[in-house]
């Protein structure tokens, strides 16, 4: 236990650590090159060129099957919100049914679509960046409950799963008969705290790349299954964002307003250079290009949320529901802590090490680095001298 924990655990109903939001990107490989994409359709659909008629249908007949499967599923198609999407589909999920689409969301987003340029029969390909309408299927998977895929409908399929380990923890909790109080993603309660922070360390990626491959798989019916197993015509996943976060549940809602504002005051230096060396054990040289800076946002809230940055990644320490306080950390690109970005380059960074600063030295780079670091910025998060009841420092 640390010194901030110690301090005040008196005070401390529940403490547990899990991953946050995890987003996955999803491409099929084999068609970012286009000539590969000319071979697929030459040896497997006997077509030849690939023109741009061809590549309007294909996005057609995807619009045509959303629809159909939109009334089959009594799941509507609706225009993307301009505010936050998770509350405004939050009704539809009300009477969810296990694997069943609830709402399905059309946006207009920047996707990598394949395009062919050419006339009459001299047509080649090109990958271009575009705007085009997206759909975001709104699922409740059986195993991973509340969760979303965002494919877009023009070929190579791009895709982007979005998952949450607090719904995944709840259903366990459920399936172990564990009484909890859940509040969108947090737990407030729990009355085995214990079983709690060893499911949420059992999380692995198999667990993610399942569920993925499922809904990808059923979401992009152009595809037969011997195209599937002989052509590669699969989404592979890969990390977008992930978020790990560290939470103190506090018995009495008057000692967290207290010491919000000595939070502030005690991490309004941890954005120095020296203290993100420590926390996410990278060396910061005068040649670092990214940003260097503690920012205090939100203002308008009762509780403002603290954000650090580091390269692509933050570090934030927020009060939610009045009662639980937050260290969350976060990556948009893990290749900053020395990861590649594929899943099974990491196949176990779901599961999570001592959180000591020297586990991530001591264990493997590519097995055991992202949870080392997110376990090591949300123990380090937490301010570093608070005093002890017996009034030494740690």
């Known amino acids: 236990m640390n010194a901030f924990c110690q301090h005040h655990q008196d005070n401390i109903r529940l403490q547990y650590r899990c991953f946050d939001r995890l987003l996955l990107n999803g491409l099929i490989q084999p068609f970012q090159q ?77 996707a990598r679509i394949l395009t062919s340029v050419g006339k009459d029969n001299r047509w080649h390909l090109e990958l271009k960046q575009r705007w085009v309408d ?15 895929v965002r494919l877009c409908p023009y070929f190579p399929f791009s895709a982007r799963v979005c998952l949450n380990q607090h719904h995944w923890l709840a259903l366990r909790l459920r399936e172990q008969g564990i009484g909890f ?15 709690l922070q060893k499911l949420a360390d059992s ?38 964002q992930v978020e790990y976060c560290d939470n103190l549940i506090f018995r009495r809602r008057a000692a967290l307003d207290q010491l919000g504002d000595r939070l502030l005051d005690a991490n309004r230096t941890i954005g120095q250079p020296n203290k993100l060396t420590v926390i996410f054990g990278r060396k910061i040289t005068p040649r670092y290009p990214g940003q260097l800076q503690t920012v ?4 308008n809230l009762a509780n403002p949320v603290e954000r650090s940055h580091y390269k692509h990644g933050f570090i934030k320490q927020y009060v939610r529901d009045h009662l639980l306080l937050r260290t969350e950390a976060a990556t948009n690109d893990v290749t900053d802590y020395g990861l590649g970005k594929r899943w099974s380059t990491c196949r176990h ?38 005093p002890t009841a017996n009034g030494s420092r740690d």
């Open 34 to 110: 286009p000539e590969r994409v000319v071979g697929f359709f030459n040896a497997y659909r006997k077509l030849y060129p690939v023109s741009r008629d061809r590549l309007r249908q294909i996005s057609s007949q995807y619009h045509h099957w959303v629809e159909q499967r939109s009334e089959q599923c009594k799941a509507p198609i609706l225009a993307a919100p301009q505010g936050r999407r998770d509350e405004f589909v939050e009704p539809y999920f009300r009477r969810a049914q296990p694997d069943q689409i609830v709402v399905i969301l059309k946006a207009r987003e920047p």
């Open 134 to 148: 997206q759909y975001n299927f709104y699922l409740h998977d059986a195993r991973w409950g509340r969760m979303f």
């Open 181 to 195: 109080r859940q509040s969108s993603n947090a737990f407030l309660s729990c009355s085995d705290p214990e079983a």
């Open 203 to 240: 999380l692995t990626a198999r667990d993610l790349i399942q569920c993925g491959q499922k809904w990808l798989a059923y979401l992009t019916p152009f595809f037969s299954e011997k195209e599937r197993k002989q052509a590669g015509c699969q989404h592979r996943l890969f990390f977008s």
């Open 296 to 299: 205090i946002e939100d203002l």
């Open 349 to 386: 960074c779901c599961r999570r090490c001592k959180p000591s600063p020297s586990a991530t030295r001591t264990c493997n780079k590519t097995s055991w680095r992202l949870s080392s670091i997110a376990a090591s910025c949300a123990n380090s998060a937490s301010p570093p001298s608070w």
